[in-house]
């Protein structure tokens, strides 16, 4: 078995969702999902299939978010994995509808950070461990780092 770490491409404004689900309607479940809560999302999707003809299922109202969901579901290349790149919202918005679709069984991460997926490969295939999301923490937050976390989290509407 081998071990890679996988760079996904996340474009400049953008967040990631990167999961796994166990069945080819996943791709139109989360496309309903994702455009039921919300019309000015832009969005593209990419999902492995594991089975059959094994194809990257692609969906989604932007092409260029879908060719970069493309492009990062190639490079990982692991079956029932699925990432979802959105541009003019945040995936704390999806999450919780995402989690409960029947199909989903995992969510590795939802960023904007820089992402590598840690992939096992055999001679069967591809299968996710595990991702790093972002970087290491470098302290513990003082009294005006969380005054600056709390602001932010006005700014962003998220807080009163």
Avoid: W
């Avoid at 492995?48 to 490079?75: F, H």
Wanted: aromatic fraction near 8%; charge should be negative.
């Amino acid at each position: 078995m081998e071990l890679k770490a996988v760079s996904l491409e996340i474009p400049e404004g953008c967040n990631i969702i990167f999961g796994q689900s166990h069945f080819i309607k996943t791709v139109e479940d989360l496309y309903e999902i994702i455009v039921g809560i919300s019309g000015q999302v832009k969005f593209g999707l990419a999902f492995c299939e594991a089975s059959g003809p094994c194809l990257i299922r692609v969906a989604g109202n932007d092409e260029q978010l879908q060719e970069v969901a493309t492009k990062n579901a190639q490079a990982v290349a692991a079956g029932h994995s699925f990432i979802i790149i959105l541009k003019n919202a945040f995936p704390i918005n999806f999450l919780n509808t995402i989690k409960q679709c029947q199909e989903v069984c995992n969510i590795y991460c939802a960023t904007a950070n820089p992402v590598e997926v840690i992939v096992a490969e055999s001679e069967q295939g591809r299968g996710v461990l595990g991702v790093i999301d972002g970087f290491s923490p470098k302290g513990v937050e003082k009294p005006e780092d969380v005054q600056a976390r709390q602001e932010f989290l006005r700014k962003i509407g998220y807080k009163l």
